[in-house]
């Protein structure tokens, strides 16, 4: 039979069976050395390698190193549920004021989320320059905007999509399904916790409910259950916690040991069941947990100055609530938890109605929004910096992404736009008064310096100490990290 010419030399020598299994066993040894080099970590130039922390199976939120000296030993993301609108907040665009309720040039056959748009709308709220920075921000948040020249802004940042449950996720964990661990979780997994009677991270929901996406927002996703977030605000403690009626603390205790007892006697026979020391560590934690999480969550212990500030008595029992939240989360920071994710807004009440979802009538739904979220958020950064944590605690406030420069055709609101957005941080190793990137004339779409949540997530990690290239967990065959493939650190934003 005729050889075929296409074939080259070696593909040619395949065909004869000695020289096809002589080169099918060099193939196999050759994958079995890859893999004996790649446990060892010496596949890879050491200044590459993945990272994976060594975790104490008995004590695994232990505090762990982080990979170079960090900026930031904790983290506070403020997240606006619903898509907050930048055009409204943050994003000063004088062209959108002159061109009001004209058509946006060459958008004639726009179609976004919800349907056609109509003309360009400026925002209903005056922006003023604000602090000595004289940043122009919004009416909308005047107690936020008093802490302009602690900020530094992204406002060229973009997200892959424009559905509120994937763009939840996408903000949270760097994906848009679910299924991945959330940026919370990859910090306590990569630094643990320098509490030990509290959790490595905790999600604050908003007093009205969960966000769309729910606990995805907080899971631990592959990594180890222990550390994903614990969720409880101050209307809804922590699940399962409190002694069953009828149980005495006598009693409790004797079991307490009893089960102790037992467990170690197991362990001792079995020395590397890794699951039953990290089960022996989550029960340990959880009686720890008994005595500490009702004292973090103790607002009494607080001044009346303090309650005033925050509005914790405020007769509007949403704002009420959303300001403990605030107070909450500050007692968690300052007791050492490493990561504390609070929400503001939530899905049960509708579109709009409970969240920053301004679709239809979006200056009457916000100033519903605004109040709940401004005063509360405001007094929380002022008590960090006058307590010393914002040397080194981050803080991000996010939303899963922007809103349009127009209003919906037919309708008084915005609609969903991923193409641009701000965010800002504060606190730790961030340029105060910045501001980094821009969209263009209307607020549609990053024009400077397009930045993604990748380079979000992996400028959180830089600040944390973490190489969010190196850090890593092996899942399904392959080195997962937060910021997949992608990312960069925006080093313009660093101090």
Same mark, same amino acid.
């Given at each position: @039979?005729?050889?075929?010419?296409?074939?080259?030399?070696?593909?040619?020598?395949?065909?004869?069976?000695?020289?096809?299994?002589?080169?099918?066993?060099?193939?196999?040894?050759?994958?079995?050395?890859?893999?004996?080099?790649?446990?060892?970590?010496?596949?890879?130039?050491?200044?590459?390698?993945?990272?994976?922390?060594?975790?104490?199976?008995? /004590?695994?939120?232990?505090?762990?190193?982080?990979?170079?000296?960090?900026?930031?030993?904790?983290?506070?993301?403020?997240?606006?549920?619903? /898509?907050?609108?930048?055009?409204?907040?943050?994003?000063?665009?004088?062209?959108?004021?002159?061109?009001?309720?004209?058509?946006?040039?060459? !958008?004639?056959?726009?179609?976004?989320?919800?349907?056609?748009?109509?003309?360009?709308?400026?925002?209903?709220?005056?922006? #003023?320059?604000?602090?000595?920075?004289?940043?122009?921000?919004?009416?909308?948040?005047?107690?936020?905007?008093?802490?302009?020249?602690?900020?530094?802004?992204?406002?060229?940042?973009?997200?892959?999509?424009?559905?509120?449950?994937?763009?939840?996720?996408?903000?949270?964990?760097?994906?848009?399904?679910?299924?991945?661990?959330?940026?919370?979780?990859?910090? %306590?997994?990569?630094?643990?916790?320098?509490?030990?009677?509290?959790? =490595?991270?905790?999600?604050?929901?908003?007093?009205?409910?969960?966000?769309?996406?729910?606990?995805?927002?907080?899971?631990?996703?592959?990594?180890?259950?222990?550390?994903?977030?614990? =969720?409880?605000?101050?209307?809804?403690?922590?699940?399962?916690?409190?002694?069953?009626?009828?149980?005495?603390?006598?009693?409790?205790?004797?079991?307490?040991?009893?089960?102790?007892?037992?467990?170690?006697?197991?362990? @001792? #026979?079995?020395?590397?069941? %890794?699951?039953?020391?990290?089960?022996?560590?989550?029960?340990?934690?959880?009686?720890?947990?008994?005595?500490?999480?009702?004292?973090?969550?103790?607002?009494?212990?607080?001044?009346?100055?303090?309650? /005033?500030?925050?509005?914790?008595?405020?007769?509007?029992?949403?704002?009420?609530?959303?300001? #403990?939240?605030?107070?909450?989360?500050?007692?968690?920071?300052?007791?050492?938890?490493?990561?504390?994710?609070?929400?503001? +807004?939530?899905?049960?009440?509708?579109?709009?109605?409970?969240?920053?979802?301004?679709?239809?009538?979006?200056?009457?739904?916000?100033?519903?929004? !605004?109040?709940?979220?401004?005063?509360?958020?405001?007094?929380?950064?002022?008590?960090? #910096?006058?307590?010393?944590?914002?040397?080194?605690?981050?803080?991000?406030?996010?939303?899963?992404?922007? &809103?349009?420069?127009?209003?919906? !055709?037919? =309708?008084?609101?915005?609609?969903?736009?991923?193409?641009?957005?701000?965010?800002?941080?504060? +606190? /730790?190793?961030?340029? &105060?008064?910045?501001?980094?990137?821009?969209?263009?004339?209307?607020?549609?779409?990053?024009?400077?310096?397009?930045?993604?949540?990748?380079?979000?997530?992996?400028?959180?990690?830089?600040?944390?100490?973490?190489?969010?290239? &190196?850090?890593?967990?092996?899942?399904?065959?392959?080195?997962? &990290?937060?910021?997949?493939?992608?990312?960069?650190?925006?080093?313009?934003?660093? =101090?």
């Amino acid at each position: @039979m005729p050889i075929d010419p296409i074939l080259s030399h070696a593909g040619r020598r395949l065909l004869e069976r000695r020289d096809f299994l002589a080169h099918a066993a060099e193939g196999l040894s050759g994958i079995a050395l890859a893999n004996l080099l790649a446990k060892d970590g010496l596949l890879l130039a050491s200044d590459t390698a993945p990272i994976r922390p060594a975790i104490q199976p008995d /004590a695994p939120l232990r505090a762990r190193p982080p990979h170079f000296p960090a900026k930031a030993n904790r983290v506070l993301m403020i997240f606006c549920s619903g /898509a907050c609108s930048h055009l409204d907040t943050w994003d000063y665009k004088p062209e959108l004021i002159k061109r009001h309720d004209t058509p946006m040039p060459g !958008a004639d056959k726009l179609i976004t989320f919800q349907g056609a748009s109509g003309n360009l709308i400026k925002s209903p709220w005056e922006f #003023r320059p604000r602090g000595q920075s004289g940043k122009y921000i919004s009416d909308l948040l005047p107690n936020l905007a008093e802490l302009a020249d602690e900020m530094c802004f992204i406002h060229s940042m973009t997200s892959k999509t424009n559905t509120h449950g994937p763009g939840e996720n996408h903000m949270s964990t760097g994906f848009t399904v679910e299924g991945y661990p959330s940026a919370g979780a990859w910090v %306590s997994y990569a630094l643990g916790s320098e509490c030990d009677n509290l959790p =490595a991270f905790v999600a604050i929901p908003d007093p009205r409910g969960v966000p769309q996406a729910g606990p995805s927002n907080w899971s631990s996703g592959f990594l180890p259950a222990v550390f994903q977030g614990t =969720a409880f605000n101050t209307d809804q403690p922590i699940a399962n916690l409190s002694t069953p009626r009828g149980i005495s603390p006598t009693a409790q205790r004797s079991t307490e040991d009893f089960l102790k007892l037992l467990n170690d006697k197991h362990l @001792m #026979r079995n020395p590397g069941d %890794s699951e039953l020391s990290a089960r022996i560590a989550s029960y340990e934690l959880a009686a720890r947990l008994q005595l500490s999480a009702p004292e973090v969550s103790d607002l009494s212990r607080e001044s009346a100055a303090t309650h /005033a500030s925050y509005g914790t008595d405020d007769p509007n029992k949403f704002k009420a609530g959303f300001a #403990r939240n605030c107070l909450l989360a500050r007692r968690l920071l300052e007791r050492g938890v490493r990561f504390v994710q609070l929400f503001n +807004g939530a899905y049960a009440m509708g579109e709009g109605v409970g969240n920053w979802d301004g679709h239809k009538t979006l200056k009457t739904q916000y100033e519903v929004h !605004a109040p709940i979220l401004d005063q509360p958020a405001a007094a929380l950064l002022k008590d960090l #910096r006058s307590r010393g944590l914002l040397d080194d605690t981050l803080v991000v406030w996010t939303t899963e992404f922007g &809103r349009m420069p127009t209003f919906q !055709a037919g =309708a008084n609101g915005r609609d969903h736009n991923p193409k641009g957005f701000t965010v800002w941080l504060a +606190g /730790a190793g961030v340029k &105060r008064a910045y501001s980094y990137g821009q969209t263009d004339e209307f607020g549609y779409q990053a024009v400077e310096n397009p930045s993604s949540v990748y380079e979000l997530h992996a400028t959180i990690l830089h600040l944390l100490g973490l190489d969010h290239q &190196r850090l890593s967990y092996f899942h399904n065959g392959t080195e997962q &990290r937060l910021t997949f493939v992608h990312g960069r650190v925006i080093q313009d934003v660093l =101090a």
